[in-house]
C-alpha cells in the first residue's frame, strides 16, 4: 500500500488508534485535532489547516465526536474554511462518526454539487478492534466510491457492509448503538443487584451467558468488570447519552414509537450527574452502585484493559 496517502481529522480515542493501524500498513496519514500532539502521537504527519489535510490525499476520514463537529469541519465555521473548500473532484470523504442521518444526507448532496463523494461510514467493535484492525465498518452513499477505498478499510475493519444510500451507514450505527446501551444500562443493574443479594457474580454470568438474557455486555463486558477491569479506552457515558438521542431523533423522524429509551437515558443521565461524564460507559455500574448504597463489583482497582 505504499504510495497512498489518506487525510484523518480527529485522533482521538478511535482514530488515533486507526491511524496507527494505517500507518503501519505503509499508508502516509497527514492528521488534523484541536488537541496539539494528537497526531504525531498517532504517528500521522501533523498539520494545522483543514486544506493540507485533502491535499495529495487520496481520500480523507473523519472521526468526531458529533454532527456539529463534522459540519464544521466539513463547511467550516466562523469564517474559516472547511474541507469542501479544499476537496478536489473525485475525492471521497469518509465520515467514521456517529452522527445524525439527517444531517449527513445535507452533507452528501452539498458534496455532491462539487464532484466529491462523502460515505458515511458507521463503525463498531470499540477500542479492542481499532487496536487489533478487526471493527466492523456499516456505510452509507455510493457503493462504487466504497469500493474505490476499500483500500483504506483493510488495515482497521475485519467486515465491511454496504448498507445503501447516503444516511444508511450512520442510521444503522445509531440502531446497533442503542441496543449497545440497553444491554449495558440492565446488565450493570442486575449485576449490582446479584451483589446485594449475595450472589456469586462469575456463576451468575455463566447463568445469564447460557440463557435467554445473553448480550455482548455479559459476555464480552462484564467477565472483566467484576474483577475491577472496566476495559478503559472505550466510549463515554456522556457520548453514549448523545448517540441515544440521537437514536431518539432518529425514530421520530422515521414515526416509529420510541418506548424503550427512557431506561438507558435515565441511567447513562445518572452516571453523567454522579461525576463519570467523561469516564468509559462501563462505569455505569459503578454509578447505579453509588445509588445502591456504594456497591462494588469488585474490590481491586483494576481497568488496564480495552474494550472489545
Given at each position: 500500500m505504499s504510495g497512498r496517502q489518506v487525510g484523518f481529522v480527529g485522533l482521538g480515542n478511535m482514530g488515533g488508534?486507526?491511524?496507527?493501524?494505517?500507518?503501519?500498513?505503509?499508508?502516509?496519514?497527514?492528521g488534523f485535532d484541536v488537541r496539539p500532539?494528537?497526531?504525531?502521537?498517532?504517528?500521522?504527519?501533523?498539520?494545522?489547516?483543514?486544506?493540507?489535510?485533502?491535499?495529495?490525499?487520496?481520500?480523507?476520514?473523519?472521526s468526531l465526536p458529533d454532527s456539529t463537529a463534522v459540519e464544521s469541519v466539513v463547511l467550516g465555521d466562523g469564517g474559516a474554511g472547511g474541507l469542501a473548500d479544499a476537496a478536489t473532484p473525485g475525492q471521497v470523504i469518509v465520515d467514521l462518526s456517529t452522527a445524525a442521518p439527517a444531517s449527513t444526507?445535507?452533507?452528501?448532496?452539498?458534496?455532491?454539487?462539487r464532484g466529491v463523494q462523502y460515505l458515511d461510514a458507521g463503525i463498531s467493535g470499540g477500542a479492542a478492534a481499532a487496536e487489533k484492525g478487526s471493527l466492523t465498518i456499516m456505510v452509507g452513499g455510493s457503493e462504487a466510491a466504497l469500493d474505490s477505498v476499500r483500500w483504506v478499510f483493510e488495515p482497521i475493519a475485519s467486515k465491511v457492509v454496504f448498507m445503501?444510500?447516503?444516511?444508511?451507514?450512520?442510521?444503522?450505527?445509531?440502531?446497533?448503538?442503542?441496543?449497545?446501551?440497553?444491554?449495558?444500562a440492565a446488565t450493570a443493574e442486575v449485576m449490582v443487584a446479584a451483589r446485594k443479594a449475595g450472589l456469586d457474580l462469575a456463576a451468575v454470568l455463566d447463568v445469564i451467558n447460557h440463557s435467554s438474557g445473553v448480550s455482548y455486555a455479559s459476555t464480552n463486558r462484564f467477565p472483566h468488570i467484576i474483577n475491577g477491569d472496566y476495559l478503559e479506552g472505550g466510549l463515554t457515558s456522556a457520548l453514549m447519552t448523545k448517540d441515544v438521542v440521537l437514536y431518539v431523533d432518529h425514530v421520530r423522524e422515521l414515526g416509529v414509537p420510541c418506548l424503550n429509551a427512557a431506561g438507558p437515558l435515565a441511567?447513562?443521565?445518572?452516571?453523567?450527574?454522579?461525576?463519570?461524564?467523561?469516564?468509559?460507559s462501563n462505569r455505569v455500574v459503578d454509578a447505579i452502585g453509588d445509588l445502591a448504597g456504594g456497591v462494588r463489583l469488585h474490590t481491586g482497582s483494576g481497568g488496564h484493559g480495552t474494550e472489545g
Open positions: 488508534r486507526m491511524t496507527r493501524r494505517l500507518v503501519a500498513a505503509g499508508i502516509s496519514v497527514v500532539g494528537q497526531a504525531a502521537a498517532a504517528g500521522a504527519t501533523p498539520t494545522s489547516s483543514l486544506a493540507e489535510v485533502g491535499n495529495g490525499s487520496d481520500c480523507v476520514l473523519l444526507r445535507r452533507l452528501h448532496a452539498a458534496l455532491a454539487e445503501g444510500d447516503s444516511g444508511a451507514g450512520h442510521s444503522t450505527k445509531l440502531l446497533n448503538n442503542f441496543l449497545n446501551a440497553v444491554t449495558l441511567t447513562f443521565g445518572a452516571a453523567i450527574n454522579l461525576g463519570y461524564a467523561d469516564q468509559i
